[in-house]
């Protein structure tokens, strides 16, 4: 069983900041691919960022060059810094890992439970 535990989520003004992280503990032998996905009210979930074991990273089109994802490996943490914050960023912002239990497993998808980013003047 693996568990993801986001945080840092809240209300900014537009222009402004947040970090969020994102923590995976248990029965964890690799993470592969890690996201960033949003879902705000009345929409379908998106997808925000990736970075990949390796590092390789990226964004949808409409947080480029506003958004950082980055991963440490040894702690099992990815984090997402958002800078330029506009009113239309709202929404709930999930952590999702592809996870190996075990060097022979083929990995699987975790979730974390949400975290709230509020946009607003």
């Known amino acids: 069983q693996v568990q993801l535990v986001e945080s840092g989520g809240g209300l900014v003004q537009p222009g402004g900041s947040l970090r969020l992280s994102c923590a995976a503990s248990?029965?964890?032998?690799?993470?592969?691919?890690m996201r960033w996905y949003r879902q705000a009210p009345g929409k379908e979930r998106e997808l925000v960022a990736v970075?990949?074991?390796?590092?390789?990273?990226n964004y949808a089109n409409s947080v480029k060059g506003r958004f950082t994802i980055s991963r440490d490996n040894a702690k099992n943490l990815v984090y997402l810094q958002m800078n330029s914050l506009k009113l239309e960023d709202t929404a709930v912002y999930y952590c999702?890992?592809?996870?190996?239990?075990?060097?022979?497993?083929?990995?699987?998808?975790?979730w974390g439970q949400g975290t709230q980013v509020t946009v607003s003047s």
């Open positions: 999702n890992a592809a996870v190996k239990s075990s060097r022979w497993s083929e990995p699987y998808d975790s």
């Open positions: 970075i990949t074991s390796g590092g390789i990273t």
């Open positions: 248990g029965n964890i032998f690799s993470i592969n691919a």
